[in-house]
């Protein structure tokens, strides 16, 4: 057996829901008949039929194996997500609850609950009624409040002395002689959390932490230190990495760390982590990733909108959707509430710069420092789990909460202040849609970057947004602004697809004119469920803001934004007298634009043979032409021409009289 396993527990759970409000009275701990419908995790009861609308307690219960060589082990049941409050009980017993918060994940310890040899019984009531305690607070928040357990659930088994969670750091070292693409090396470092041991075991042990570094199939270094675990953190620091290969939204370079623990001599716990060694850093308005001055586009996806399955989307389901997005050439987003690992996995693996929030929407328009132990406890599960992605390149602490309000203001600062004790490597902002109103004393001010949510014509009224963009960075000056949503929310406005192409061009165009917005995130990718929702009942209760449609399909604004968010520009000249095809490939300077680097061009001729050319490096404003000669006229509309990252997505596609 390793040092720990991990047991996933997502089949054949049993579900009931409370309809009638009888708790304890559902006979779930006595002998009997199982209770409930057969379902699998992650499961939500909001897009059962009849059960659409329910806000109230669901039950689930699982009954698993535990083997004698587990006894003496630790024992733990791991939550990835349950919306919202939850109590666990094992065997009858109660062993833990976690409240106020339906989007981050939860560690429970059972050790002294589970019986060897034998089966034991898993019971969850997870709540999903409004409260005024949590966050999202009431019904004032714009996605579903599906009820469930939502995201995975394992059983993690180790050595008694184990591992909580990891904060790694792993920074770049740029020579100032150096291109800012290239970092000679790079140091990794690290904070290690040991799981809370009950008194009469966590007298002091003597530990050795040893942690291996490797990339891809090779491993690069090695190296253990004995400490003491008396005060449940162990650090280490100054670990080399020689070559460094640099994270980029285009080159996700991904190195791995195992962390092996030994308790008096024995291995006791080990856990393997992904990190990318990358910098993102501002100097005045200017963002820079490695150094290198970027302005990227982006666009906002909202998950849970399939109505099969709402908020219990498998990993499947997220990764198409996060296709969809890079597809779309959009290389930065936000999401408004917390993530499963796993969809953060998946952007670490393939590039897309993430800014994950607290769930502060809208509500409560005047905090007070009550809400901070709550606040706080979601950064705290927040980035305790999530700390070692390197997609991740800020946390948000709020969107839309009364941003003018003094109060807000000062409550924003403390928060912040906060959050910066538990990563002070990464920004942190809050985002703002009355910026535009009075910039000096609005609350993003408070946050790295100033980020603004631009609904001038629609729900900001009729403003002349030139002017409002020039009135923001003159009081704002030395930090990045990000347009961090934009378009058109039906039915509260009209004018269809249309008019949020419209929107999304006209609003683009107009942001590369203003040197200091370094990034746009368009809003929405997708129609979207939401509890408010003007559109459609039950399942369907939706907001029509998406370039794709509930179901995934893409409308004709999708294309738009995937044209305006490409990096290249394409020019094809068609020489006949030479019977020769010019491509000229352009990479953009004004949004996006940043550096391409190992993109290729594809050109499949009539004949079905592929001719594949390297692109060379080019900077913004920089170009390339490509010369493809011995092309018979009459074949010319039928040429195709594909542009491709380095991580395999397409940049642009189609037939080359398209481009001519």
Known sequence: MSARTIVSLEESWLFQADTENLGMELQWYKEGPPLGETVKIPHTWNVQNGLEEFRGTGWYSHDFYAPLEWKGKLLRLQFDAVYRDAVVWVNGKRVGEHTQSGYTPFV??????????????????????????????????????????????????SGRTAIDYSKLQAAPFFSDDMDGAVAPYGMLSGEIRLWEQPPHESECK???????????????????????????????????????????????????????????????????????????????????LNREPVRLMGVEWMPGSNPMSGMAESVA????????????????????????????????????????????????????????????????????????????YA?????????????????????????????????????????????????????????????????????????????????????????????????????????????????TREYRKHPAIAALIYFSLNDYRTQMGEEGEGRLRQRVHGSMSLDGTPKPSYEALRRLASPINLNVELVKEKAQ?????????????????????????????????????????????????????????????DIIRPTGFSVSSGLLMTYT
Request: hydrophobic share 35%; glycine share 6%.
């Open 206 to 288: 003597s530990v050795k932490l040893k942690v291996i570094m490797s990339y891809e199939e090779d491993m690069l270094t090695s190296k253990e230190w004995e400490m003491s675990s008396d005060e449940g953190i162990l650090s280490f620091q100054d670990i080399k990495v020689e070559h460094l290969k640099l994270w980029h939204f285009d080159h996700p370079h991904l190195y791995t760390v195992t962390i092996s623990l030994y308790s008096d001599g024995v291995l006791t716990d080990e856990v393997c982590t992904a990190v990318g060694f990358r910098e993102i850093s501002s100097e005045g308005n200017t963002l820079l």
């Open 317 to 392: 389901q997220l990764e198409e959707m996060l296709h969809h997005i890079k597809h779309a050439n959009c290389v930065i987003t936000r999401f408004h509430w917390q993530q499963d690992s796993k969809l953060l996995e998946w952007c670490d693996r393939n590039g897309l710069l993430v800014q994950e929030e607290i769930p502060h929407w809208q509500t409560p328009q005047d905090p007070n420092d009550e809400w901070l132990n709550i606040s706080i406890k979601h950064a705290q599960e927040m980035i305790h789990r999530h700390y070692n992605h390197p997609c991740i």
């Open 108 to 157: 429970i310890e059972i050790s002294d609950t589970v019986i060897f040899d034998t089966t034991n019984h898993i019971v969850v009531s997870v709540n999903n009624e409004n409260s005024n305690t949590a966050l999202p607070m009431g019904n004032s928040f714009d996605w579903a409040d599906d009820g469930g357990i939502i995201r995975g659930v394992s059983l993690l088994v």
């Open 395 to 507: 946390w948000g602490i709020g969107n839309e909460v009364n941003g003018q309000s003094t109060v807000t203001v000062r409550y924003f600062e403390k928060l912040k202040s906060l959050v910066h004790g538990l990563d002070d490597t990464r920004f942190i902002n809050y985002v703002s849609n009355t910026v535009h109103e009075n910039p000096a004393q609005d609350a993003t001010g408070v946050g790295d970057m100033i980020m603004w949510n631009d609904y001038i014509g629609t729900w900001h009224g009729e403003l002349d947004r030139p002017e409002v963009i020039q009135n923001m960075t003159r009081n704002l000056p030395n930090k990045p602004l990000v347009v961090a949503e934009y378009g058109l929310c039906e039915p509260a406005f009209n004018g269809g697809d249309e008019r949020r192409t419209q929107i999304l061009m006209e609003n």
């Open 581 to 641: 095809v010019v491509v000229t490939v352009e990479n953009r300077n004004d949004i996006p634009c940043y550096r391409i680097s190992g993109y290729t061009l594809r050109l499949v001729n009539p004949l079905g043979d592929c001719i594949t050319e390297h692109i060379p490096d080019l900077s913004p404003g920089e170009k390339h032409m490509f010369y493809f000669t011995d092309i018979p006229e009459n074949r010319w509309n039928e040429l195709m021409l």
